[in-house]
């Protein structure tokens, strides 16, 4: 893997990356790192929620070396029993097309582990469809588990 020098800034989500935050929310349910698409609010709810504080969720926006966004990163935090501690899952990474295969994905992630650094485990998933990412997660030390999950949605209380 060809890794480039990229100079990024890392920083937590603001109210000015509404439109960024949405619109690559819906392009991520559109790639091979998910087999299925959102309803439209879903990405608005997630970020009004952020916006107002939630000790649930977080999200760290990754920009270019020109300011603009080009990466996120929306974390659900919750407390695990079977790994004795704070569990953050890496809900979603989306990394801007033009951007990948430049270390942002992995930068991204070494940044949850800093400001994350007391969790007892860090979680995600990837479809097998999502080759690419499987095996940047492979390398930086993530293991497979033997679990099939399953889900049970409901209807959203408005």
Known sequence: ????????????????????????CHAFYKTPACNHEIPCQNAERTFELLMHGTPYADCLIAEDEDGTPCAYCLLALTWSNEAGGLCVWLEELMVDDEQRGKGIGSRIIAAVHEKYNTAARYRLEVTPENVRAAALYHVLGFEDLPYNQLILDTPPLD
């Open 1 to 24: 893997m060809t890794r480039f020098k990229v100079s990024m800034h890392i920083r937590s989500i603001e109210a000015a990356d509404r439109d960024f935050f949405i619109d690559r």
